[in-house]
């Protein structure tokens, strides 16, 4: 099922340029997260929201900045792209109640700068 | 800080091998433990967790405790598939609860 979804799926761009990736989710969570994975580090926090009003930074959030437009929708921005922002960028979503240990991932967005 | 460390791949098998990926942590207090796995072009789906000390996640055959003496959270499963070929990822929530800490990671090929 596809309760997250990212766009663009994957994207190339050259350096400096302002990229936007966007992230939607059906699940009615509060909390969102970004994330980027590259090989061989695993998976780094960017930045992450645990409501429409809230906004903190993660381990490497330098050159990124977010959006939280609305409780579904969070977006990643890159004001000026660099080749060291090549990566896998993942969105992922967490609740509050139940199942709230548990995030809940999109498919990724290949982004690749040159 | 707090942090994952799991033993670097790949770890390749044959189809009904027995599986080990080791998983050790650094955390202050009584973080929550998780195996997640990602499947080739997809995003990671939660495999396991476990809450507290000594308990035992499972799903899908695999299988983890809790061990807070040795602070690890060990992913074993006993007979392995081509279709668990993945990359598997260690990782710890801490009790303030902000974000997951992700290991790096073990990409995991079974033949058949």
């Known amino acids: 099922d596809a309760d997250v979804t990212q766009t663009p799926r994957n994207r190339i761009t050259k350096t400096g340029k302002r990229i936007m990736l966007e992230c939607s989710q059906t699940?009615?969570?509060?909390?969102m997260y970004w994330y980027r994975q590259d090989p061989g580090l695993g998976l780094r926090l960017i930045y992450y929201?645990?409501?429409?009003?809230?906004?903190n930074k993660g381990e490497i959030s330098d050159g990124y900045s977010v959006s939280r437009q609305a409780q579904a929708k969070f977006s990643l921005s890159l004001e000026s792209a660099i080749p060291n922002q090549t990566a896998l960028y993942f969105c992922?979503?967490?609740?509050?109640?139940?199942?709230?240990?548990?995030?809940?991932f999109g498919p990724g967005t290949r982004l690749t700068v040159l | 800080g707090n942090s994952v460390t799991q033993m670097e791949g790949p770890v390749t098998l044959s189809e009904e091998a027995f599986l080990t990926i080791n998983c050790t942590y650094t955390?202050?207090?009584?973080?929550?433990l998780f195996w997640y796995v990602q499947y080739p072009g997809e995003g990671l789906q939660l495999l396991l967790k476990?809450?507290?000390?000594?308990d035992k996640g499972s799903n899908k055959g695999f299988e983890a405790t809790y061990r807070k003496e040795t602070t690890s959270f060990h992913l074993e499963k006993g007979s392995v598939q081509v279709s668990d070929s993945a990359v598997y990822f260690c990782?710890?929530?801490?009790?303030?609860?902000?974000?997951?800490?992700f290991g790096k990671g073990t990409t995991l090929s079974v033949s058949s």
């Open positions: 699940k009615g969570h509060d909390r």
């Open positions: 955390a202050t207090g009584y973080p929550s």
């Open positions: 992922a979503t967490s609740g509050t109640s139940g199942r709230k240990d548990e995030q809940f």
């Open positions: 476990a809450t507290k000390a000594d």
């Open positions: 929201s645990f409501d429409v009003k809230d906004i």
């Open positions: 990782a710890l929530r801490n009790q303030a609860g902000t974000a997951l800490i």
